[in-house]
């Protein structure tokens, strides 16, 4: 069987990337960009730089920023709306996932109209076109959306997310500036920085992760264990760089070889709650982490020393295991993430439907352990 690795084009890297934007555009012969955004990123000046690096080179675009943290159906038809009303021939999406998954699924739908009710592109759409070209710009060093083959919406209807995979979404550029990161609070850069280890983890062990995959999941299991906690901290800026850095080399694998059961879990409680997706992967890693542990051969004795635990080359399996677990728990309660999802006012009642959705979720297969739903439920009552 082939192995397939699918990454964006064109990736600029470091502080003040952005000024790279009207060379592209204009060697692209683009005339006008929709900025998909958020309100948060306008009101406090963030979307501006890319804003100002426009309106220096004389390039014409409007914005959309009527955006959910998860987004939704409608707000990716409004989207292809704005569009089309812009006249715009690209876009750039400056933000999280949220603005990135919007601007991808409004992209497909403008050049594959087919699809325009959203959620025939679940999973794997056979879609003809490739999406409407995308500078991606992330303002978090988390999802790494900028290089990724996958897009989640949320389904407010039926209360649940659905997950698109599809290479024709792609961005053309990866913008990965850390100035446009700097002003993250800290809260979100520890959400945001654990949900990229979660990729990182759950891209190293799937059972569909290879050489080439591992090579890029241990690189950014050890950038983000290094420099997490001064990027949460302290803010400092050479480790957020690293962390933006991070972030983007775990999507060069996991898009390629897929997820598990955390991002399963965790789908549904952005959908029941609008939990931010982070801090669900965050609080859900080590109690999967644990569930999988005897399903993973050796790769947590390479956790656990990239993490720096002492002898790890020399434990046994249940004991390297365990402490690659602990690392990782250390981690977390050192940003400061939720421990139980009691303290997020998940509902104990709706624990039952939360597994129902969480065993269907298209990352589910991915995981190592095959779950069942009783093995679904009880993690969620252990992490309730």
Not at 69 to 76: A, G, H, L, S, Y
Not at 171 to 195: C, E, F
Not at 261 to 271: D, I
Request: negative net charge.
């Amino acid at each position: 069987m082939a192995n397939r690795m699918v990454w964006n084009g064109t990736a600029y890297f470091g502080a003040g990337a952005i000024k790279s934007i009207p060379e592209e555009a204009a060697r692209r012969g683009f005339k006008k960009a929709l900025i998909v955004t958020d309100k948060d990123l306008i009101k406090f000046g963030v979307a501006k730089r890319v804003f100002d690096v426009l309106e220096e080179a004389g390039l014409a675009y409007e914005v959309f920023d009527s955006l959910k943290q998860n987004p939704t159906i409608k707000n990716v038809q409004d989207c292809v709306a704005a569009f089309k009303a812009a006249g715009a021939d690209y876009m750039i999406a400056i933000g999280g996932g949220s603005s990135m998954d919007t601007a991808k699924g409004a992209g497909i739908i403008i050049n594959n109209p087919e699809y325009a009710d959203v959620r025939s592109l679940e999973g794997v759409a056979p879609t003809k076109h490739p999406a409407v070209p995308t500078f991606a710009v992330p303002t978090t060093a988390g999802t790494a959306a900028e290089t990724t083959i996958n897009y989640v919406i949320t389904d407010e209807e039926k209360r649940r997310k659905f997950v698109c995979v599809d290479p024709h979404d792609i961005p053309q550029i990866a913008i990965v500036d850390s100035d446009m990161m700097s002003s993250m609070p800290k809260g979100l850069a520890a959400a945001t920085g654990m949900d990229a280890l979660t990729h990182a983890i759950e891209g190293y062990v799937t059972p569909g992760a290879w050489e080439l995959s591992d090579m890029f999941s241990l690189k950014s299991i050890q950038l983000i264990a290094d420099n997490l906690r001064a990027a949460v901290n302290d803010g400092c800026p050479q480790a957020r760089e690293k962390m933006s850095l991070g972030q983007y080399v775990t999507g060069m694998a996991y898009s390629n070889v897929g997820l598990g059961l955390v991002h399963g879990m965790a789908h549904p409680l952005g959908a029941f709650y609008d939990m931010p997706h982070g801090v669900a992967n965050a609080l859900l890693l080590p109690y999967v982490m644990e569930y999988n542990a005897d399903y993973t051969g050796e790769k947590y004795r390479e956790i656990a020393k990239i993490f720096g635990v002492e002898g790890a080359e020399k434990m046994s399996p249940a004991e390297y295991r365990k402490a690659a677990v602990d690392a990782v728990r250390r981690l977390a309660l050192d940003v400061k993430i939720p421990q139980k999802l009691s303290e997020l006012n998940v509902k104990e009642a709706d624990l039952e439907a939360l597994t129902e959705s969480a065993f269907a979720d298209v990352c589910t297969p991915g995981n190592p352990r095959k779950a069942t739903k009783e093995d679904i439920l009880a993690l969620y009552k252990q992490a309730f």
